[in-house]
């Protein structure tokens, strides 16, 4: 079963806005990882952040993670065109090693 | 560096038919997974191996699906007899470390498989 549930399951916006998109997990972990995936370049990762960490960046993107809330959220700034694309959380459990991907949410960027 | 490569990239069977699938990992990633993703889903782990020992296999279905990576390097991943439900994307990923869990995992292309 998926460990991770993405929200919302699509969103379009318009180059230049901001993309959020929300991420939630049932059991305890120690990374979750916000991946990509497009036609044109495969599953792409993007960012990890560990169980101590509350926030990273990278670029145009922010990730932040609530343990208490057992949720994170992945932010696009300035977005643009080439965003288009499917975004999935990923989730390493406190014991073991197997990374689970949620469902996506289907980012779409009008130019 | 080269990516990781599979072949082929899109296969059509008739149900009961057998297929199998290929995949060259990052040279020197000890860590090699398979993962089936049906649309509109994300990934879902089939098999992990370690070097050429397989470490998870608890979603596979054993009896139809197999996996080898022999010398620690290539893996095939054979479908014996298909059905309906295994059309999905068949994608493989490799991982420098063979211990931790940090490091991000680098996907192939991945195989396209419709079951008619």
């Known amino acids: 079963s998926q460990q991770g549930e993405e929200d919302p399951q699509a969103l379009s916006i318009q180059e230049g806005e901001n993309a959020t998109m929300n991420c939630s997990y049932k059991t305890s972990i120690n990374n979750l990882q916000w991946y990509r995936q497009n036609s044109g370049r495969g599953l792409v990762h993007l960012i990890l952040i560990r169980s101590n960490e509350r926030e990273k960046h990278s670029g145009r993107l922010r990730v932040t993670l609530d343990t208490s809330k057992k949720s994170s959220s992945l932010l696009i700034t300035a977005s643009r065109a080439a965003d288009t694309a499917s975004y999935f959380c990923?989730?390493?459990?406190?014991?073991?090693?197997?990374?689970?991907f949620g469902e996506g949410t289907q980012l779409t960027v009008n130019p | 560096e080269a990516g990781v490569a599979q072949s082929p990239r899109y296969k059509i069977i008739e149900k009961r038919q057998s297929v199998a699938f290929w995949c060259n990992p990052i040279s020197g990633h000890a860590t090699l997974y398979w993962y089936q993703q049906i649309l509109g889903q994300g990934p879902k782990l089939l098999i992990q191996f370690q070097n050429n020992g397989v470490v998870d296999d608890s979603q596979l279905p054993k009896d139809r699906f197999s996996a080898e990576r022999l010398k620690g390097v290539d893996s095939t991943l054979k479908i014996q007899p298909a059905k309906l439900e295994d059309s999905a994307v068949y994608l493989c990923?490799?991982?420098?470390?063979?211990?931790?869990?940090?490091?991000?995992?680098?996907f192939g292309p991945g195989t396209r498989l419709t079951v008619l």
């Open positions: 990923a490799s991982r420098r470390g063979s211990g931790g869990r940090w490091n991000e995992q680098f």
């Open positions: 990923a989730t390493v459990p406190t014991s073991g090693s197997r990374l689970t």
